[in-house]
């Protein structure tokens, strides 16, 4: 196993992540307990990982999807040591581990404990994702900090956000699809404020800062306050 050479390597790691890996014996059991790890309490440590394990045991689209974003994520990070470092050290994962288990959780009924999850792992790792939330499979989600998703969002695959991000309602809107549908391939910069029952097409750019009031089409970037189609006269836009 690629975590148990890591920990060779460097010893220190073991009781810097509250980690021993050769207790582990599956993938699934690793995902748990770098989740886990995340909690100081050493009660919802153990509470949460079991949780998290049966989850990922029982629920095989959440831990293929889990296995998806630490893939994705691995190719597009620049930091060494692969898909193991990655688990180990992505803020960003830890996030979507936590919605992961919190979401089928919620899917299968259990919302006040897919509630009190989103809680205590929004606590650890700064974000505010309600566990209804729809995410496809190999989201990037670069430093994962300031995250906020709203109950209705759907996130489809492959889709890259960086820091700060909030994608919300308006308050205007109440139907079942008050918060943005992010579509295939998009990416969203730092910061960027996403409101509404808006779609944000496939491919597109949404440069960080912006503030998006109304759909994009696909293959668009959008940058500003509130945010208009940049048109490209020369060279690229830089967006982040």
């Known amino acids: 196993m690629e975590a148990r050479a890591l920990f060779a390597r460097e010893p220190a790691l073991r009781p810097i992540l509250a980690i021993a890996p050769e207790e582990l014996s599956s993938d699934a059991e690793l995902f748990a307990t770098v989740l886990s790890s995340s909690l100081a309490d050493s009660a919802a440590r153990q509470a949460a990982g079991t949780t998290a394990l049966a989850v990922f045991r029982s629920d095989g689209d959440a831990f293929e999807a889990a296995r998806a974003d630490v893939e994705a994520t691995a190719r597009k990070n620049f930091e060494p040591g692969g898909p193991i470092a990655t688990l180990l050290f992505s803020r960003g994962i830890h996030a979507l581990l936590a ?124 940058a500003g306050v509130p945010a208009k189609r940049k048109v490209r006269s020369s060279g690229s836009f830089a967006g982040f």
């Open 99 to 222: 919605h992961r288990v919190a979401h089928s959780l919620w899917s299968a009924g259990r919302t006040d404990l897919a509630l009190a999850l989103k809680t205590v792992f929004g606590r650890a790792f700064t974000t505010d994702i309600h566990p209804a939330a729809r995410f496809g499979r190999g989201i990037w989600l670069d430093h994962g900090l300031g995250f906020v998703v709203g109950e209705t969002t759907i996130i489809e695959d492959d889709v890259a956000i960086w820091h700060g991000v909030t994608l919300g309602s308006t308050l205007k809107d109440d139907g079942p699809e008050r918060h943005p549908r992010i579509r295939r391939g998009a990416t969203i910069g730092a910061g960027a404020i996403i409101l509404g029952g808006i779609e944000i097409g496939a491919g597109s750019v949404i440069a960080a800062g912006s503030v998006v009031l109304s759909s994009v089409e696909p293959g668009t970037t959008v």
